[in-house]
């Protein structure tokens, strides 16, 4: 059976390309072809047979260097009840997310095992496998299978770094077929994209395709603190292919295949291969990616047209949404809505090249923001620190109370000592939301009980008076800024009156 997998692999990549070849050969000019007539001449055919042959090394010298990884761990008690289709395990995990159906599950109906499969890429002789962490994710046994049929059991996890996706594992494995490895950065939209793994439990595939887009983000939906700048691609991605390698046109890896949006539309997504290499070298050698930060929430300036609309003073920038408590941010002057718009000189437009900026810093490093508040421009200087493992987020446990202070829907209370204590809230002055009115500018703008309002247009409020007396003062149709505080962070909110 795998040999008839492997021949059936053999033919369709076979074909992809030669497909391929006839419809580059198709466009090139007729002056290219001399004596060209309804069929194609014999330099167009012999054009395709070298891009043919091209594809063809890829897929000879590459593929000994792609492995199939193989999952197994027990299923919890509503795992083995199966699901839609039959599907269980990690497919239900991630239902509805771009990862669906991106590696197949193999559930066993009458066994507490479930199993599922991806791809990884050699990256040393010695048995170091480069792959997604959602291909390993559920621990458990981990097999690993090589083009010339050689099978390793109980490979071994090196380490995860779950904010780009991407793990590395062990074999005890000597002169193993390690992958050439290109350079990301020089990538360009137009070049050819190869995609090489074992989707659906077959045997290996070979894709061809182009590189459609860089520095892609906002796809994953794997929360605030993923990195994202995926290589874009129209290669065809299939379930199986997740931890595989795309390689450029010389079989150079240059991207780890990651996730797909939706079977069969043509859109699949690679981790640059720069990034996820130098992840790998930090978990090899330490076993964990140590990374610095300031611990700041950022948004594009752009992005929040009320904000913008109430800064006039910026055209560009990052937003400062929130400072949470004990960071290197938090022991600075900045503040929430303050505008970053350089670092250390550097211009930076959006939160990608913000966060790009502070990556390339040290950690322990000072770094110099060059930051709009308002209509003022200032320097604020921040010594970065080790990112936590975990960033925790507070909940709040919220309370009905009385005495109402009403604008844009909200009611507020003065926070006191006592009332603090009772609500577990940390803040020590200000006023609490006590309600949101349904449908309010309050609740759109995600206002909820229990955040705490510390001051409006940058002037402090202590108590409900205060607030009251502020708010009848601003411009409500010109909109008002409120700095909030919700657990351990600080953050911004724009009202504005809708009517």
């Known amino acids: 059976m795998d040999q008839q997998y492997s021949r059936s692999s053999s033919l369709v990549a076979r074909w992809s390309t030669i497909g391929f070849a006839f419809i580059l050969a198709a466009s090139i000019p007729a002056c290219f072809a001399e004596g060209a007539t309804t069929t194609a001449s014999n330099g167009d055919i012999d054009l395709a047979r070298h891009l043919e042959n091209a594809f063809e090394n890829v897929a000879d010298k590459t593929s000994p260097s792609v492995v199939v990884i193989t999952t197994k761990h027990k299923a919890p008690a509503e795992e083995s009840q199966g699901g839609e289709d039959g599907e269980n395990g990690q497919g239900q995990q991630f239902h509805g997310s771009p ?6 599950h193999m559930p066993q109906q009458h066994e507490p095992d479930v199993e599922s499969q991806g791809s990884g890429v050699i990256l040393r002789k010695d048995g170091y496998i480069l792959t997604n962490q959602h291909v390993i994710d559920g621990g458990g046994q981990i097999t690993v299978l090589l083009k010339d049929g050689t099978k390793f059991t109980n490979a071994t996890v090196v380490g995860i ?20 490895i290109g350079d990301s950065d020089a990538v360009k939209v137009g070049q050819w994209a190869i995609a090489i793994g074992a989707p659906y439990e077959l045997d290996y595939s070979f894709t061809v395709g182009f590189v459609s887009a860089k520095s892609r983000s906002g796809v994953a939906s794997r929360g605030g603190n993923a990195y994202e700048d995926y290589i874009q691609t129209d290669a065809a991605i299939n379930p199986g292919n997740s931890g595989g390698p795309l390689c450029d046109i010389e079989g150079r890896v240059i991207g780890i295949n990651t996730l797909i949006r939706g079977l069969n539309r043509g859109i699949g997504f690679a981790i640059p291969i720069n990034m996820a290499m130098d992840s790998a070298d930090k978990l090899i050698k330490d076993g964990k990616v140590k990374r610095p930060w300031i611990g700041i929430g950022i948004s594009e300036f752009s992005e929040d047209k009320d904000y913008a ?8 920038g990052v937003v400062v949404t929130e400072i949470r408590e004990g960071t290197p941010a938090s022991k600075s002057d900045l503040q929430p809505a303050d505008v970053i718009v350089a670092v250390d000189g550097t211009p930076v437009k959006t939160p990608r090249e913000l966060q790009q900026q502070i990556l390339h810093k040290n950690i322990g490093q ?13 320097q604020v200087t921040i010594q970065t620190d080790e990112m936590p493992d975990q960033l925790q987020t507070v909940s709040l446990e919220h309370h009905m109370m009385p005495k ?3 604008a844009f829907g909200l009611t507020v209370q003065t926070l006191t000592k006592d009332l603090a204590e009772r609500l577990k809230i940390e803040a020590s002055d200000g006023v609490v939301v006590t309600d949101v009115a349904d449908g309010s500018a309050a609740q759109e703008k995600g206002l909820e009980r229990g955040d705490v309002i510390t001051s409006v247009d940058r002037a402090p409020v202590h108590s409900a008076e205060d607030f009251k007396s502020v708010m009848d003062k601003t411009n409500q149709d010109k909109g008002v800024l409120l700095y909030v505080q919700r657990g351990k962070a600080t953050t911004f909110v724009v009202l504005k009156d809708s009517k």
């Open 99 to 104: 990862f669906e159906f991106f590696f197949r």
């Open 161 to 180: 770094d779950d904010r780009i996706d991407v793990a590395v594992i062990k074999v005890d494995g000597k002169n193993l077929p390690a992958a050439r």
């Open 366 to 378: 000072k770094v110099v923001l060059d930051v709009v508040r308002g209509p003022k421009k200032m």
């Open 404 to 406: 109402p202070e009403t």
């Open 309 to 316: 609309d109430l800064e006039k003073g910026v055209k560009e």
